[in-house]
């Protein structure tokens, strides 16, 4: 605390991430990263783009970028903005879209960064309950309100919730922007990316850094009708004009046009997703089934925190939140084949 901190600051509560180990090497199971690493030809671009040219500022608008994203959702460019990882594309939304006076809503267990958003902005929120298989019941939506946050697939449980439950949020909230954070729909799950042409209200968000294996260079971006795209310039304007450089323009463009190295890499996740899920329920876990490049897993016998603490113990990291109704269950990400194997056989001598 400082006596130079302003009220909003003194009061934020700011998002913890995962952690990042500095020297140790670990196998690094708790932040969702993409074990397999970027497109080649990403990398390519990106050290094309090293060279005096970094004197220059970078294309303020993306528009190479979002052309691309464009063309092949079959929309136009001016659907889409991009920012610096979409966690600022998130931000500049609830900034955008959520000042009124209703309170907006989401789930009560759901990515940790949409509170801290709202204390940021002064948003308030309201939590609507999960079911007692974790599942987001549309029905809790339906009520007067300043906004809807949705991510599909919800993290850290990993359940994808189907289309028509958010075309009947969509259809309950016509008066308020409805967000949708699909930072892992590639891996499962139907995006609501289709339904943007039938709904003013709908803004979609998605990242470079899960299936597209660049969340060290921070790229996300959000679809939606031309007037909420506009919104979001106009925050962004009022902030940084250049939230992507040159290096992150080049790299995103030329990973989202490699879908064989896309496609190769997310097919082996979801492969190997499947195979670690059966071999922690054959070791007593309670898995819940996975959309995204991670499970959520609880064990019968042993609490997930001793296991946590165990697990960093023998060098694997896994993700644990000290967070009611979710404080038995740990969050683990698919990493390579090997890794995933590697897992398997010290829970086994743990357990
Ligand atoms: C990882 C994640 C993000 C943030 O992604 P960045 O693009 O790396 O900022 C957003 N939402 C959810 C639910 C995530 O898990």
Known sequence: MSRFWSPIVQKLEP??????????TFIKLNTNENPWG?????LEAIAAATGDALRLYPDPSASDLRAGIASSLQLTSDHIFAGNGSDEVLAHAFHAFFSGKEPILFPEITYAFYPTYCKLYSIEYQLAPLDSDFCIN?????????????????????????????????????????????????FGGQSAVQLVPDYDNLLVVQT???????????????????HLIEGLHR?????????????????????WED????????????????????????????????????????????????????????GILVR??????????????IGTTEECTALVKVLRTML
Not at 208 to 226: D, E, I, T
């Open 15 to 24: 998002y913890t991430p995962g952690e990042q180990p500095k020297h140790q």
């Open 38 to 42: 970027p497109s080649p030809r990403a």
């Open 138 to 186: 549309p029905s809790d939506f339906s009520g007067a309100c300043g906004g809807v946050v949705i991510a599909n697939p919800n993290a850290p449980t990993g359940l994808a919730m189907p289309l028509e439950n958010i075309e009947a949020i969509l259809k309950a909230n016509p008066d308020v922007v409805v967000l949708v954070d699909e930072a892992y729909i590639d």
């Open 208 to 226: 470079f850094s899960k299936s597209r294996s660049l969340a060290g260079m921070r790229v996300g971006f959000a679809v939606g009708q031309p």
């Open 235 to 255: 925050v962004k304007d009022s902030f940084n004009s250049y939230p992507l450089d040159r290096l992150s323009l080049a790299g995103a463009l030329a990973a």
């Open 259 to 314: 879908t064989e190295w896309f496609e190769k890499t997310r097919d082996q996740i979801v492969a190997d997703r499947e195979k670690l899920t059966e071999n922690l329920q054959t070791l007593g876990f309670t898995v819940l089934p996975s959309s995204t490049n991670f499970i959520f897993a609880s064990h019968a016998h042993v609490p997930a925190e001793r296991i946590h603490a165990d697990l960093r113990e023998h």
């Open 320 to 333: 644990y939140f000290k967070k009611e109704r979710i404080n038995d269950w740990l969050r683990i990400s």
